[in-house]
């Protein structure tokens, strides 16, 4: 960046303040708090709004990392969309060209600042992400022993689960509550993709490789598990429907598919 | 703006817009029609036989109704069976993709299977699943699973995502021919000298739905995992399910 | 057409009249590309084309030999033929390739013009755009109501995958093609681009991707996806062929148009045309091409191993045999990712272009504006695994690639804040290429902001793979980097056609596209939300109002494009005459006359400083 501007000035400090002390910095500013306000609401109840009831630990984490998320780009949104209020609002209208602006080619104090700024909000999302991947991690060597096994199976068009401890398998996928659950996943064709919705899990199942993912069903509700990954003519028919039931209940459905409960 | 104006007059200029406009439309519309007009069933829909009786399933009586489709290894097999074949000389199903089968009934649907097979890539889809009684019925014989390689196709129903969650699921192995069995001998006549296997089996449909079907047996042949061609193209191994 | 050949009245003609060229245009280009093609056809043909190896490798040479008799029925190859014989070409010739005098009949040869190139790129990227957005309206019909069933499952995935890279090849060359062409050498102060000729071949290779491309669909289609994963796409039909015979072909184009941009950007700028007086639209189309050129060769690499797998039973991607469906996974996103940016970059570099004119101020910290495409280019290599966070593949390095694609963010912060500071205490003139750079700021803003939560891994585990990524990488590609190819189009319309765009047909365009936009991709956000995943032919009924919402925003644009057509040929025809400078712009293509004089300017310009030099002195 060009020092050219800065050479017997004041401290950035004082021109920072100058510059919130000029009329239009202080309505852009005004629109862009409005803004930001307006996004910060919106932020906290529209994604679960829309999100699928969470049955999960996983997917109440996403849940509430996407509301963090917007809370945080909510000041980006502020300050993208009330500069551009203010200035759309001074708009020249008419066939001839507006006479000319200020020549203001550049400003090295909005531009540090500028990069500063969207630094440390890139940092707080980073890092967040970070700390809820570990936490992930850590519950999945914590859930290691007292998981609930799921063989998945994608086959073009079908998905098939297989309870190795119960002996049987089964084309839904009923888990009991408030189980750790451990999905081991593989293909017999192409590239599917597991996802039962309300889990908030979802990984790829590759031809003779075996993906592991785990979660903890904590809530009792209907699950929709779907293939996430365009896998041919009937890739849209590839999903089926589950339930988070009791630990009774589930233990009678083994039995009446035939299998043994522990 | 300085410039020459327009040659063209305001009334003009309107004139044209709305033709061109209409004459985009029309082409994005004609190139819609055709697409669907593609996308039809290459053949048409196949009813089930209501019957007069009835039956009673838990405690509930169900009308009952039939319906008879064949699985052929090649074009030749289908136009012996009095169905048209399909397009390409591949194996399908007949004499129709689309069956329609009346809602809150005992269907019994026979499948005759004249084809061999390898196979499957699941023991999943061995088993009988969604039947009443979980079972098949192969020349006579109720039959639960069958093994992996004894299978030539399988007959499986499931749900769309928009059926509003009235789910049926089922899926039916077809024992597969042997040359040496039931005297599929590939000879000069290869039509006339083999009788497949006869599969009957029976479920209950729920209330008016869409469905699809589709083979799980890897019979595509020369591709990868074996479920391209016939597998992969619409109408030969898959198809929809209509309850009404 | 009338003022089209005002110059060649006043220069005789170039008439080499026995020599071959002469003959040679776009119609022997196809004679011979079809008996190239029926010739390669015919003899390889045999009884076991049933067998899919045999069908491929039949399908991929007929194709390829097409894109060969093609170009060498349009005469691509008479120059260096000439030259390694010894009899190079002679000026006489040369000017006649050039295409000075020829009227409209240049358009349909091998013209080395490069504002001949430039239009043919114009009316290239039109007429696939059409095509692409055709088949959007199909998909949309599908998707109308739940259980709608328009058409067939085949038929839906092959519209999914044909929109898809139909759309993808049209936005590569939006910007770069028509404006990199026609505009840049001039804006630069070249009289033409460094090597005319590979201009000519870079199109006409292109164009004989065209057809090749549409075979796809009488051959029935491809289930793929415009990201053709193997090992899905090992086992497709033969529409595959196409589609794998396409990007090779396309890869072939874009290596050269982008070598071709390059070595023009660096080595004829006029006389004192320093890296820093650079109009600000040719760095980012240069930008854009300099990272095509790593980029492209591994998709092409990837299709030309997919080819293999599928003709010559090689197993690259079947883990039956040893090969790994994610070794197609990271070549192609290794392309994939600086692809968004490839095709990025060109788009928001014209509204900043743009913006200085029409806000009469000068571009708000030129070197932010580098500063930020360079580090987009440069990071935009490091981030492909973030479309592999939940394949499985080294979940261990997740974390890494989640750091460097959210640092993306900060290098596209830059790019705001260079557009919000050439607008801050302006008085920005709504003319139509001004409204694209409103558009685009609230189009990227939340492109931008969408894909932050899809950088992050537990997020991502929740919305990849469902309508939410699909309407996200809408908002960037076409909120942002079409909407800013349209504002470049309004813009240098005067000069590439001589008339000025009709306005208020361009003004009802622009709203109706926008807001059928908004629509449409706000649904598809909800849908996404909701649960739906992407490329789906039908699904369940609590999605039925997003679904909705959505083809209705899908119409519109429909609608709002269309009339873009019309405004487009109808002013072209009986537009407005355009004066020399419509927008009282100070970059030099608005000091050439139209039509541009075959060597663009009459004398060399000599620059003197940046063309931002609007305004009153700093305060």
């Known amino acids: 960046m060009s020092n050219e501007h800065y050479e017997m000035d004041p401290t950035p400090g004082e021109k920072l303040k100058a510059i919130f002390k000029q009329r239009d910095v202080q309505i852009a500013t005004a629109w862009g708090v409005l803004v930001t306000f307006i996004f910060f609401i919106i932020g906290g109840w529209i994604y679960p709004s829309w999100m699928p009831t969470a049955l999960s630990t996983d997917m109440k984490a996403i849940e509430r990392l996407i509301v963090i998320f917007t809370w945080i780009s909510a000041p980006i949104c502020g300050i993208v969309l009330g500069f551009s209020i203010y200035t759309f609002m001074h708009r020249h209208k008419g066939d001839t060209p507006p006479a000319d602006g200020p020549a203001i080619r550049s400003n090295p104090l909005v531009v540090g600042l500028w990069v500063i700024i969207s630094s440390a909000l890139c940092l707080v999302a980073v890092v967040y992400g970070l700390i809820e991947m570990n936490s992930a991690t850590a519950a999945t060597a914590e859930n290691k022993t007292s998981a609930l096994v799921v063989e998945v199976t994608g086959s073009q068009w079908v998905w098939s689960f297989n309870y190795p401890e119960q002996g049987f398998s089964s084309h839904e996928l009923m888990l009991p509550v408030n189980r750790p659950v451990e999905f081991r996943i593989t293909s017999v064709d192409v590239n599917h993709s597991f996802w039962p919705v309300q889990l908030g899990v979802k990984v790829d199942a590759n031809r003779l490789q075996t993906t592991v993912v785990d979660t903890t069903p904590n809530k009792i509700g209907e699950l929709e598990v779907k293939c996430a990954e365009l896998c041919g003519l009937y890739h849209t028919y590839m999903e089926t429907t589950g339930e988070v039931m009791s630990k009774a209940d589930f233990d009678n459905w083994v039995t009446t598919q035939g299998g043994h409960t522990a | 703006m300085s410039g020459t104006p327009s040659s063209i007059s305001g009334t003009k200029r309107v004139a044209s817009a709305v033709v061109g406009v209409l004459l985009s439309v029309a082409v994005v519309g004609v190139v819609g029609l055709t697409l669907h007009a593609v996308s039809k069933d290459p053949h048409k829909k196949l009813y089930a036989t209501k019957e007069s009786e009835t039956i009673v399933v838990d405690g509930k009586t169900y009308p009952k109704a039939n319906i008879t489709m064949g699985v052929y290894a090649d074009k030749e097999q289908a136009s012996e069976d009095g169905y048209e074949g399909q397009k390409n000389d591949w194996v399908q199903y007949g004499p129709s993709n689309h069956i329609v089968l009346p809602a809150n009934t005992y269907v019994t649907m026979t499948i005759h299977g004249y084809d061999g097979g390898e196979s499957l890539n699941s023991p999943f889809f061995g088993k009988v699943i969604g039947t009443i009684g979980n079972v098949v019925n192969i020349d006579g014989q109720d039959v639960s699973e069958l093994g992996m390689e004894e299978v030539q196709h399988t007959f499986t129903i499931h749900s769309l995502p928009s059926s509003d969650r009235d789910p049926l699921f089922i899926n039916v192995p077809l024992k597969k021919v042997l040359e040496d069995d039931n005297g599929w001998v590939p000879t000069e006549d290869p039509v006339t000298n083999f009788k497949g296997h006869t599969m009957t089996f029976s479920f209950l449909t729920k209330g008016a739905g869409e469905y699809v079907w589709n083979c799980q047996f890897p019979c595509g042949d020369g591709t990868y995992a074996k479920f391209g061609a016939a597998m992969s193209a619409y109408g030969y191994m898959s198809g929809k399910v209509t309850v009404a | ?619």
Not at chain 3, 331 to 348: D, T
Not at chain 3, 357 to 369: G, T
Not at chain 3, 385 to 402: D, E, K, R, T, V
């Open chain 3, 1 to 619: 057409m009338t003022t089209l050949d005002q110059h060649a009245s006043v220069r005789p003609i170039p008439n080499p009249a026995k020599s071959l060229i002469t003959k040679l245009n776009m119609g022997t280009g196809i004679i011979v590309g079809v008996i190239f093609a029926a010739a390669t056809y015919f003899g390889l043909k045999d009884e076991d084309m049933l067998s899919m190896q045999q069908n491929s490798k039949v399908l991929l040479a007929t194709m390829f030999m097409w894109s060969i008799g093609f170009m060498v029925g349009i005469g691509a190859f008479i120059g260096p033929v000439r030259w390694l014989i010894g009899k190079d070409l002679t000026d006489e010739e040369q000017l006649y390739l050039a295409g000075d005098g020829q009227g409209i009949k240049r358009y349909f040869k091998y013209c080395t013009d490069h504002k001949v190139v430039g239009i043919q790129y114009l009316v290239g990227v039109m007429t696939l755009l059409g095509v692409g957005g055709t088949m959007a309206m199909m998909i949309r019909t599908n998707l109308i109501q739940p259980g709608s069933q328009f058409v067939n499952p085949a038929v839906y995935n092959s519209l999914v995958g044909l929109h898809g890279i139909t759309m993808i090849i049209a936005m590569i060359i939006v910007a770069t093609g028509p404006f990199g062409n026609y505009i840049m050498p001039i804006m630069i102060g070249a009289a033409d681009m460094a090597f005319p000729r590979l201009n000519a071949l870079s199109w006409w290779v292109l164009f004989t991707a065209i057809p090749v491309l549409c075979s796809a669909w009488f051959l029935g289609g491809i289930p793929t996806g415009w990201t053709a994963y193997a090992p899905l796409s090992v086992q497709a039909g033969p529409g595959m062929n196409a589609f794998i015979a396409t990007i090779i072909i396309f890869a072939v184009s874009t290596a050269v148009a982008g070598a071709n941009i390059t070595a023009t950007v660096v080595a004829m700028r006029a006389k004192g045309m320093k890296w820093n007086r650079v109009p600000i639209f040719v760095i980012g189309a240069t930008i854009s091409v300099a990272l095509a050129i790593p980029a492209f060769p591994t998709f092409m690499l990837s299709m030309i191993m997919t080819g293999l797998d599928r003709s010559f039973a090689t197993t690259f991607f079947d883990a039956n045999l040893g090969g790994s469906g994610w070794l197609y996974a990271h070549l192609f996103w290794i392309m994939g990712h600086p692809e968004v940016y490839v095709i990025l970059i060109p788009g928001v570099a014209v509204l900043m272009e743009i913006a200085p004119v029409f806000v009469r101020k000068p571009l708000f910290s030129y070197n932010a504006a580098i500063a930020g495409f360079a580090g987009i280019a440069g990071l935009s290599i490091l981030v492909w695994a973030h479309h592999m966070y939940i394949s499985g593949w080294m979940p261990m390095l997740n974390g890494p690639f989640m750091v460097t694609t959210e640092m993306i963010s900060v290098p596209t912060g830059l790019i705001f804040l260079v557009i919000l500071g050439t607008l801050w205490r302006g008085r920005p003139w709504m003319k139509l290429p001004m409204l694209g750079v409103y558009a685009f700021l609230w189009n990227m803003l939340i492109g931008g902001i969408t894909g932050l939560y899809l950088s992050d891994v537990p997020a991502d585990n929740y919305l990849h793979g469902s309508m939410y990524v699909t309407a996200h990488f809408h908002y960037t590609l076409m909120g942002a980097a079409l909407t800013g190819a349209l504002a470049g189009l309004a813009y240098w319309f005067p000069k590439m056609t001589g008339r000025m765009l009709n306005e208020r047909a361009g003004y009802i365009s622009f709203w109706l596209t926008q807001i059928g936009f908004q629509i449409l991709f706000l649904g598809m956000f909800i849908a996404g939300a909701e649960g739906q995943p992407r490329r789906v032919a039908d699904y369940s009924v609590n999605f039925a109002t997003s679904d909705l919402i959505s083809t209705i925003g899908a119409y519109t644009i429909g609608l709002g494009m269309i009339i873009l057509l019309w405004a487009v040929i109808h002013s072209w025809r009986h537009g407005k005459i355009a004066p020399m400078n419509p927008w009282g712009a100070k970059t030099l293509e608005w000091t050439v006359p139209y039509p541009v004089p075959l060597v663009n300017f009459d004398t060399p310009p000599v620059v003197t400083s940046d063309p931002y030099g609007y305004g009153k002195a700093s305060n």
